[in-house]
């Protein structure tokens, strides 16, 4: 699957704010190509592409420079790095820093695993409907494309374990239950003013085929602002700016700053948590002193390696 071009990603605010629009581009095409799925099995592709039309986080993941280096897993819809080992039957990533020859050797002990019927408490991925692959899909770049700021408790906490059971998902009540445990981690303030979660978890919880659930989490993701596209967001007169880059707390990782642990710049007497790499820098919360707590420092690589300590906090 190829990402479609950038386009703009600018929305303008809808009706009354009780209202859960439906998405816009639920257009007759992609109703059609909704109603084919349910006959063809082979429709998964083309349902992907329009979706990824129409879905505001994919079309922000498709302006990230770090798109081109991964790559989605066609069965279960999780993306991996280029460099990166996907392991086809369990559908597993393997750690960083895995050579080719461990994969190799991973894959031969896992198909004869198979072969001898030791696997066979594993989910049925490769039998999952299209729209329901499809959703599942949706939902992974949704959460891809929101910042940390943009959710409580902090992704390092919740999302491993969130992303495993999206990822072994077969069926549409864990998809629902993955898109409710979502959307509740986002803050309002990420989200129009015309967006109603009361109503839309409602509604969600009583969607009874896939199509009505794919419809709803659509409408979630347009509904978010994974930008900083609005000053105040939900008012007419905002004025846009340049499109948020992805936060990425694996590329902190590979500079040595592990997200979540505590960090010192001696000279300028801040002490912070790392969160991500965003824009090329090192995002660092600052948690003391208190008169600067919860503004962030950011550092180029050499900066951060010329200026940061790691540090012991209670917080």
């Known amino acids: 699957w ?3 071009a ?21 257009s ?38 770090d798109e081109r280096k991964y790559r989605r897993c066609p069965v279960c ?3 991996h790095r280029e460099d990166e080992f996907h392991c086809p039957y369990t559908h597993e990533t393997l750690p960083e820093g895995t050579t080719k020859e461990q994969f190799d050797e991973h ?40 910042p940390l700021e943009a959710v409580t408790g902090g992704k390092a906490t919740w999302r491993p374990n969130w992303l495993k059971v999206l990822r072994n998902a077969t069926h549409l009540d864990e998809i629902k239950s993955n898109a409710l445990s979502l959307q509740a981690r986002i803050k309002d303030d990420w989200c129009l003013s015309t967006f109603n979660p009361k109503m839309w978890k409602t509604k ?34 905002t004025k846009a700016r340049p499109l948020r ?38 995002v660092i919360e600052i948690l003391h002193p208190s008169k600067t707590k919860g ?6 690589m050499s900066q951060a390696k010329q200026a940061l300590h790691e540090a012991k906090m209670d917080v």
């Open 28 to 65: 007759s095409r992609l109703r059609r190509l909704i109603k084919q799925s349910l006959d063809d099995p082979n429709s998964y592709e083309a349902l992907l592409n329009a979706t990824a039309e129409a879905a505001s986080s994919m079309r922000m993941l498709a302006m990230s420079e």
């Open 245 to 282: 880059k992805m936060a990425r707390p694996e590329l902190a990782l590979k500079w040595g700053y592990k997200p979540g642990e505590f960090y010192t710049d001696k000279k300028l007497g801040i002490t912070g948590r790392a969160l991500h790499v965003q824009d090329g820098r090192l």
């Open 107 to 146: 894959l031969k002990k896992t198909l004869k695993l198979k072969e001898e019927g030791k696997l066979a408490d594993l989910p049925a991925l490769d039998e999952v409907p299209p729209l329901l692959k499809v959703t599942k899909a949706l939902l992974f770049d949704i959460e891809a494309a929101l």
């Open 6 to 26: 950038a386009v703009d990603t600018a929305r303008q605010p809808g009706p009354g704010p009780a209202a859960v629009d439906p998405p816009r581009m639920s």
């Open 295 to 300: 503004k962030m420092k950011r550092y180029t």
């Open 204 to 237: 969600l919880g009583a969607a009874a085929s896939t199509e009505d659930a794919y419809n709803l989490i659509l409408s979630l993701d347009q509904a978010i602002n994974f930008s900083d596209g609005y000053d105040n967001p939900g008012e007419g007169d």
């Open 2 to 4: 190829v990402r479609p």
């Open 77 to 79: 819809q999780e993306w």
